[in-house]
């Protein structure tokens, strides 16, 4: 493909990504794919250059864009090397015309960047979360106290973590095929050392999804103890088992949760968990610079229903911990809503049966009784976490 076909290529591809934004269809990430699979004559080279521009569109423009075109013009009206490849020649895209309008730049629409500002993100901060975000992977304990480390890493502030340049090929080294190296955030990493998981303890996963955080749960707690992993998502959860295997993380146990009964299917665990993990539901502001296109998909009232349904999964949570046990919430948000507004009405509802358990953990910002832990203050996604303590 020619540079000029490749941005045009990349202009299909992005009105693929705003329908699919607007209708809640699939993310970028497939859509880029399945555009490939049915262009075979493009290789490798063609399919590295699309994606970028189409990442690098995405990334530009805060509303979202009338078409695919518009957002390209905003990468162009940045770029004198994209604008010149509007060139009019076989599969490029026609010249800018002299009434064509860019798509808006900005961090996030209106709205949003509105609601960031409201919980405190200033938006030249909001900016670093559409910066590509490194490769940061754990060291698993269940399979080895030290690992040969592919080369380029780094030690991160997480107990166990490493960090390596975006596009490392990390699948394909020793360590990982072996199981010694699971590939997660140090943000994330961070969120499960605030569980303070330890051997022998009963701990809950509520949230599991397909375990990333649960198999860091069981590497705390030395294979030692109970680690229930809940869901409501069997597509999810039914990945974890694998997971667990590959990891060496043989004692959890899945649960499969019907939505709306969760307390009944939780029954004998009831005021009998030390920890219990909530790594709720969220809008994922946090993790923009992987889903850049998320910021186009949320809306106010999407927002409002994130917000319900991770109260509702704290008032379930905290009747599993026993008196004396911790509750941990997270979100990879970072709007107050899903955060430090939850944490307040927490405390709030329950009198003096709970504290505000802050985490002590080597990174992020106090925010409300939790902490925040963000691209710009501490390199990793966006979270929220907070610890609560069951007093009686
Ligand atoms: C942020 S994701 C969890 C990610 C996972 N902990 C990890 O580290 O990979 C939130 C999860 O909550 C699950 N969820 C939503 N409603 C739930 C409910 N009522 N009970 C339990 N899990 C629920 C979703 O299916 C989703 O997998």
């Given at each position: 493909?020619?540079?000029?076909?490749?941005?045009?290529?990349?202009?299909?591809?992005?009105?693929?990504?705003?329908?699919?934004?607007?209708?809640?269809?699939?993310?970028?990430?497939?859509?880029?794919?399945?555009?490939?699979?049915?262009?075979?004559?493009?290789?490798?080279?063609d399919?590295?250059?699309?994606?970028?521009?189409?990442?690098?569109?995405?990334?530009a423009?805060?509303?979202?864009?009338?078409?695919?075109?518009?957002?390209m013009?905003?990468?162009?009206s940045?770029?004198?090397?994209?604008?010149?490849?509007?060139?009019?020649?076989?599969?490029?895209?026609?010249?800018?015309?002299?009434?064509?309008?860019?798509?808006?730049?900005?961090?996030?629409?209106?709205?949003?960047?509105?609601?960031?500002?409201?919980?405190?993100?200033?938006?030249?901060?909001?900016?670093?979360?559409?910066?590509?975000?490194?490769?940061?992977?754990?060291?698993?304990?269940?399979?080895?106290?030290?690992?040969?480390?592919?080369?380029?890493?780094t030690?991160?502030?997480?107990?166990?973590?490493?960090?390596?340049?975006?596009?490392?090929?990390?699948?394909?080294s020793?360590a990982?095929?072996?199981?010694?190296?699971?590939?997660?955030?140090?943000?994330?990493?961070l969120?499960?050392?605030?569980?303070?998981?330890?051997?022998?303890?009963?701990?809950?996963?509520?949230?599991?999804?397909?375990?990333?955080?649960?198999?860091?749960?069981?590497?705390?707690?030395?294979?030692?103890?109970?680690?229930?992993?809940?869901?409501?998502?069997?597509?999810?959860?039914?990945?974890?088992?694998?997971?667990a295997?590959?990891?060496?993380?043989?004692?959890?146990e899945?649960?499969?949760?019907?939505?709306?009964?969760?307390?009944?299917?939780?029954?004998?665990?009831?005021?009998?968990?030390?920890?219990?993990?909530?790594?709720?539901?969220?809008?994922?502001?946090?993790?923009?610079?992987?889903?850049?296109?998320?910021?186009?998909?949320?809306?106010?009232?999407?927002l409002?229903?994130?917000?319900?349904?991770?109260?509702?999964?704290?008032?379930?949570?905290?009747?599993?911990?026993?008196?004396?046990?911790?509750?941990?919430?997270?979100?990879?948000?970072?709007?107050?809503?899903?955060?430090?507004?939850?944490?307040?009405?927490?405390?709030?509802?329950?009198?003096d049966?709970?504290?505000?358990?802050?985490?002590?953990?080597?990174a992020?910002?106090p925010?409300g009784?939790?902490?925040?832990?963000?691209?710009?203050?501490?390199?990793?996604?966006?979270?929220?976490?907070?610890?609560?303590?069951?007093?009686?």
């Amino acid at each position: 493909m020619t540079p000029a076909a490749r941005v045009q290529a990349a202009i299909e591809i992005l009105d693929g990504v705003i329908a699919a934004a607007q209708a809640g269809g699939a993310p970028a990430d497939r859509l880029i794919a399945d555009w490939f699979r049915t262009r075979r004559f493009a290789g490798s080279k063609d399919r590295r250059a699309v994606r970028e521009l189409a990442y690098r569109a995405i990334r530009a423009c805060g509303e979202v864009p009338a078409s695919g075109r518009a957002a390209m013009l905003r990468l162009a009206s940045d770029d004198p090397a994209v604008s010149a490849l509007f060139d009019g020649s076989a599969h490029a895209p026609a010249p800018i015309g002299a009434d064509e309008t860019p798509a808006a730049a900005g961090v996030a629409p209106g709205w949003l960047e509105q609601r960031l500002e409201q919980s405190g993100v200033a938006l030249t901060d909001a900016a670093l979360l559409l910066d590509r975000a490194p490769l940061d992977v754990r060291l698993n304990t269940l399979r080895a106290d030290t690992a040969e480390m592919p080369e380029g890493g780094t030690r991160t502030v997480a107990t166990h973590g490493w960090r390596f340049p975006a596009d490392s090929r990390i699948e394909e080294s020793a360590a990982f095929r072996a199981g010694m190296i699971e590939v997660q955030d140090t943000g994330s990493q961070l969120t499960c050392e605030a569980v303070a998981a330890q051997p022998g303890e009963t701990v809950v996963d509520l949230c599991a999804g397909a375990g990333g955080k649960t198999l860091a749960l069981a590497a705390a707690m030395a294979n030692r103890g109970r680690l229930l992993a809940c869901d409501i998502d069997r597509a999810r959860l039914s990945r974890l088992p694998e997971r667990a295997t590959r990891a060496g993380a043989s004692l959890i146990e899945t649960l499969l949760l019907d939505p709306k009964r969760e307390a009944q299917a939780l029954a004998a665990v009831e005021g009998a968990a030390d920890a219990v993990l909530v790594d709720a539901p969220c809008s994922g502001t946090g993790t923009w610079r992987r889903n850049p296109e998320a910021r186009w998909r949320l809306t106010p009232v999407q927002l409002d229903r994130y917000a319900q349904m991770q109260s509702r999964l704290l008032d379930i949570a905290a009747r599993l911990v026993r008196p004396g046990g911790r509750l941990v919430f997270v979100t990879c948000s970072l709007l107050d809503a899903e955060g430090a507004g939850q944490a307040a009405a927490f405390l709030a509802n329950r009198g003096d049966s709970w504290r505000a358990d802050p985490p002590g953990l080597p990174a992020g910002e106090p925010r409300g009784h939790g902490l925040r832990l963000s691209p710009w203050h501490d390199g990793t996604d966006g979270f929220f976490v907070a610890r609560f303590e069951r007093l009686c």
